[in-house]
């Protein structure tokens, strides 16, 4: 069973010219935008190789922590094994951007890498460790646009305006692949004329209105959209006919992880159809939302991080080692809520658990 660093050892003396980018690359690439880059290179502009002189000596990426939910051993050894090999390390990085806004309910990250003198890949950070991203992914159910996905297009826009000879591929993991998907479709036609492909990882889809949309239609074919078999993110919201389910390794919501993605060569092996366990979650989801108000959603989802929010942890890896005493925050502040809230967050509670059973 063949890895993406299998992949890396496979392929990684052969630059894009000469083995053109592809789904795999996508997934590495994608991974990699997890990294911090404000600590590398001073930040000025370098190669990865460059970039990964002093963070990958001495094992000392293997003691770098990207939070509670990433596989930040294997993220960092992508970043330092792909360095090191004539496909990946002469890449030039730039233009990192990460922005985080407790107050104003956002958290973004993109950056660009040059592959060679006429291709750029943009690629958008998924959701990270801080709370304010997960609550900013739950606001997708009521909103018509979050915070990142404005930025996803502006920044697009801004690297296109800026590197104006250069093709561009867009691509982005979970909350990534939305944003990646969004910003082509909201971009100048100018800039979707220069779009090669847009590579979506198991992320969250959109309303039917957007795939209903003149500017999708636009670059629908461009799309590359994969999910594991029995996906919990992919299946939220709609995702359209064209899609490909990809062999994971892992169960349950832990397929979110590419890495455990099984690879056949230059891309990843695909089935035929989600697993039962995929189509459930797609099913459930839709039932879920079909019984909720807009209004609905929109109280629950800020009543349910307010409640978090009240232990003050920042981040999820914070929340995890509050231990009993986040726990008793989060208990008392429920119990604090007005009569109508509480009923309101059980009431939709028992809902969605009695969705679950059917």
Known sequence: MSTIFDYLRW?????????????????????????????????ENCTLSEAASDYCTDGKYEKVSLGLIFPSKQINRTFCEAARTKRYGGALITDFDARTSHEDGYQFGAVTYHIDCNRMVVIFRGTDDSIVGWREDCRLAFLDEIPAQRMAVE???????KYPDEKIYVMGHSKG???AIYSAIKCSDEVKERILRVYSLDGPGFSRSVLESEDYAKVQSKLAILIPQSSTVGTMFEKGDKYSVVKSTNSGVFQHDPYSWVLDGPRFIKLKELSKAGKKNEEQFRRRMSKMTSEEKRDFVETLFDVVDATGARTLTELTRGGPKK????????????????????E????????KKA
């Open 348 to 355: 939709i509670f028992f809902r969605i658990l009695e969705l």
């Open 155 to 161: 920044y697009l826009e801004r690297i296109a305006k």
């Open 327 to 346: 726990l008793n925050t989060i208990i008392k502040t429920y119990n604090g809520l007005d009569k109508e809230k509480r009923e309101m967050m059980t």
């Open 11 to 43: 392929r990684g003396d052969l630059s894009f010219i000469e083995s053109r980018l592809g789904e795999i690359d996508s997934a590495i690439f994608s991974m990699m935008s997890y990294v911090d880059y404000k600590k590398l290179c001073h930040g």
């Open 177 to 179: 692949g939305n944003l």
